[in-house]
């Protein structure tokens, strides 16, 4: 299956491709607008690995929570590949990526929390526990780092990925003792493509419409509060 998965929730850049024998990525923070980059990454993704997107038999995307810009950018452009290729499309949230490709850095038992930055004092973050797969503690949302903090295992080693980790440094330490920061973490290719497809098979129904994948951006943005609130 050759499978093509991009996200641009945050800063980072995940654009990743897998075919049965080969794996590609250009995983990379930019600092432009992701719309001036991704095609370019989507090209040269795929000719590392020699295939065309008329190759492609399943498309993955990132539908965050993150930046509103960004998961619209992913979104926007995964559904158009899905509907011009008339391929099965997957919608993943972002923080599983990052979650499910840091699966081997943790034991068994480790807690993984994802945290970026959201501003406004918050994360969009999840938290997981590691077992034979992830578990889910806290589902991606927009949160306060207390809520996410609340529901850490004290007695197992906790893996903290994206800058709002860094960013809640002093709170996260004041309530985790066993932890370890991947600092500038970037998702595997290889772990995020095999995800695309686990999750594709799980139910290959609900993936033939591209319809089915919608940005996830767990808060209303500045304007749609400005409207609520006239």
């Not at 980072?12 to 432009?32: F, G, K, L, Q, Y």
């Not at 695309?196 to 209303?220: A, Q, T």
Request: with cysteine; hydrophobic share 40%; aromatic share 6%.
């Amino acid at each position: 299956m050759n499978i093509l998965i991009i996200d641009t929730s945050t800063s980072v850049e995940v654009v990743a491709a897998a075919t049965e024998n080969a794996v590609s990525d250009m995983i990379r923070p930019v600092s432009v607008s992701h719309s001036a980059t991704l095609f370019e990454s989507i090209d040269n993704v795929l000719k590392e690995i020699n295939i065309e997107p008329g190759d492609l038999d399943l498309i993955g995307a990132g539908i965050g929570p993150g930046s509103f810009t960004g998961i619209r950018i992913a979104v926007t452009t995964a559904r158009m590949f899905s509907q011009l290729l008339d391929l099965p499309l997957v919608g993943i949230k972002s923080q599983l990526l990052y979650a499910a490709s840091a699966m081997e850095e943790a034991e068994k038992g480790n807690n993984i929390l994802v945290a970026f930055d959201a501003k406004k004092g918050k994360v969009f973050g999840a938290l997981y526990e590691n077992k034979e797969d992830l578990e889910e503690i806290n589902e991606p949302g927009d949160y306060k780092i207390d809520d996410l903090l609340n529901n850490v295992s004290t007695e197992e080693e906790t893996l903290l990925i994206g800058d709002g980790c860094a960013k809640f440094e002093k709170e996260i330490k004041a309530k985790i003792t066993k932890q370890r920061y991947l600092a500038d973490y970037l998702p595997k290719a290889e772990a995020v493509c095999s995800l695309v497809k686990r999750e594709y098979l799980k139910n290959p129904e609900i993936r033939e419409n591209f319809n089915n994948v919608v940005p996830y951006y767990s808060r209303l943005s500045d304007a749609e509060i400005i409207r609520k609130n006239k």
